[in-house]
């Protein structure tokens, strides 16, 4: 009997180890096989006073940026490379959640015309309530132009975004034609507050503009006009953010004046009914500045802030992005600080061989590539425990054009452990081709949800079109997911005219400048610009897609690979030494039966 309880033993120990090797290898096969691919009359004069800044304003007021050369900076930054194993923040292995079909907002069926600048938010006390807003074209079901033509449109969902409603739309200020830059934030009193530019096209006048839902966005309030630009005075506001908390509303915006660019904030204490500001932040009449990201720390009056600065070299070498605090909810900021080196700036297009001038207003004219140049601004999260992150993009080619890299956009992750005294290096997640518009947000548990543009899907014209990506981090920003991809149809890029019948002159249709995404205790939800239906509007149908990704319960803690392999193996050996004593102990307890 002893000899056989011995047998028995040693059978459970082998086959107990038999079963370790072979998990251990599928897992390393599996975590390390490809993600396969699944194909299935409106004018307005430039000022004189931005004669020479057009490539510095967001996309819907630029049309164009620059393409120009670029030159790299010496230094030793922390890189994120799926084709080696040594690097601290790759992951050994992970469990990639479900993701739901992409859902076109508003449904194609509707509205068939582009959208662009995606933003999305969700209910802090509600995750199943969410709202998305956009930069929309007005047109009647037919197609036909209304007036006003470029608005934010708005949808909502009531059951956590598998379905949608909408479009709402929102008001633009002074009755004026054109609105843009569209951020929209669910604020814990319940509210939902939507920021944007305002545009006057016949006098050139802008505001920035606030509107206010209080049932989840079937319903809008009338604008609110917190601070308005006139052209009398040479002056013009651009790409707006915004934070909220409360009853407390900030906004960050960019203000350009003759000569000078200034980083500004205005403030509401009382939900929008008043503001204090502008306030200055910084201002420049040598750099240009532009993009920021504002949002609101875990204590009371705590305000951060970050911006893109071209270190005075616009179209060339580095850039930088600076960060700055404040403690009495905006009235005061700290000096500014450079909390992330950008190695080497973003080119207008990726591809510029690609980009050409318009010669003439052609319906649906493409014109060139992706406009990337506003990838470089940054976005902020605040964690539970107060870490402030920070995204951004990089170019990795270093190298002066004309030859088109193949790869001139990575995305950059820093953080700061002390509210922005000292910032970390920055980690580069070097992937293959060109990635773009960062996203982040955190979740109540700490964790870090990235999402961002992902060119190196497209096999059948590499480096072209372009899908979403998304990684997640446990451990604080220490180690990230391989990035997964989500969207499953891929999106071109390429920029065109949209000329809708009625209309002398037509407008550049683009993904935006940005993505955005919210992230809640149960689901991660992404929004895009996305073009996967080319059949609508001749190639010029630019849509807002969101997908829900489930929690990240199941993805395993930060592991590297520059741990050594008894480190990885070890968890496995215990599992199955502890099925190997059960089942034994079983077995010996059935034979002394």
Request: glycine share 6%; charged share 15%; hydrophobic share 40%.
């Amino acid at each position: 009997m002893n000899m056989n309880r011995s047998t028995y033993l040693w059978k459970i120990i082998l086959a107990t180890l038999i079963f370790c090797i072979v998990y251990i290898t599928l897992c390393e096969a599996i975590s390390e096989s490809p993600i396969e691919t699944n194909e299935t009359n409106t004018t307005m004069t430039i000022p004189p006073f931005l004669e020479n800044r057009t490539d510095q304003l967001s996309g819907p007021l630029s049309g164009l940026f620059m393409i120009e050369k670029l030159k790299s900076q010496n230094m030793s930054p922390q890189f994120f490379d799926s084709s080696k194993k040594d690097n601290g923040i790759i992951r050994a292995r992970e469990v990639i959640p479900p993701w739901s079909p992409e859902i076109l907002l508003p449904p194609k069926t509707i509205l068939p015309h582009p959208q662009s600048e995606p933003s999305i938010t969700a209910n802090p006390n509600n995750p199943s309530k969410l709202v998305a807003i956009y930069h929309d074209i007005h047109v009647d079901p037919s197609g036909n132009p209304i007036t006003p033509f470029f608005i934010i449109s708005a949808s909502f969902s009531n059951d956590g975004g598998k379905t949608w409603n909408g479009p709402t739309y929102l008001p633009i200020a002074n009755n004026w034609d054109f609105a843009f830059d569209p951020v929209v934030r669910w604020s814990s009193n319940g509210k939902v507050y939507a920021s944007y530019i305002s545009l006057d096209i016949s006098t050139g006048d802008t505001a920035l503009t606030v509107t206010i839902s209080n049932d989840g966005g079937m319903s809008w309030s009338a604008p609110i006009i917190p601070h308005q630009a006139t052209l009398a005075n040479n002056e013009l506001v651009d790409k707006e953010w915004i934070a909220v908390r409360g009853n407390n509303i900030a906004l960050s915006f960019t203000t350009f004046q003759t000569g000078t660019i200034r980083i500004q904030t205005v403030v509401s204490k009382d939900g929008g009914s008043s503001w204090t500001g502008p306030v200055t932040i910084a201002s420049s009449t040598t750099n240009v500045l532009q993009g920021s990201s504002i949002v609101w720390g875990n204590d009371p009056g705590e305000l951060y802030i970050a911006w893109y600065d071209d270190n005075g070299s616009f179209r060339t070498g580095d850039a930088s992005i600076y960060f700055s605090k404040s403690t009495d909810s905006g009235a005061t900021w700290s000096v500014p600080k450079v909390a992330a080196t950008i190695p080497n700036e973003i080119p207008l297009s990726f591809n510029p061989d690609k980009f050409v001038p318009i010669t003439c207003p052609i319906p649906d004219l493409e014109i060139g590539d992706l406009i990337a140049w506003p990838t470089m601004f940054p976005h902020l999260a605040v964690s539970p425990e107060g870490i402030v992150y920070l995204v951004s993009t990089t170019d990795p080619s270093g190298s002066d054009l004309p030859a088109w890299p193949s790869d001139q956009g990575d995305i950059i992750f820093t953080r700061t452990l002390d509210q922005g005294i000292t910032w970390e290096p920055i980690k580069i997640f070097k992937l293959a081709n060109d990635q773009f518009f960062p996203a982040i947000d955190v979740q109540n548990d700490g964790t870090i949800h990235i999402i961002f543009g992902d060119r190196q899907y497209d096999i059948t014209t590499p480096n072209d079109n372009y899908g979403i990506s998304y990684t997640v981090s446990l451990n604080n920003g220490l180690d990230f997911t391989t990035p997964q991809r989500v969207s499953k149809a891929l999106s071109d890029p390429i920029v065109s005219l949209y000329l809708p019948e009625g209309l002398i002159t037509g407008i550049l249709i683009f993904p935006g400048d940005y993505f955005d995404l919210a992230v809640t205790d149960f689901a991660a939800h992404p929004i895009w610009g996305d073009r996967n239906i080319p059949a609508w509007n001749e190639e010029c149908s630019y849509n807002i897609a969101s997908s829900i990704g489930k929690k990240q319960v199941e993805v395993v803690g930060g592991i590297s690979y520059s741990q050594n392999k008894l480190e990885l193996i070890l968890p496995y050996l215990a599992l199955g030494s502890m099925i190997g004593i059960v089942v034994t102990s079983f077995i010996i307890k059935k034979q002394k039966i």
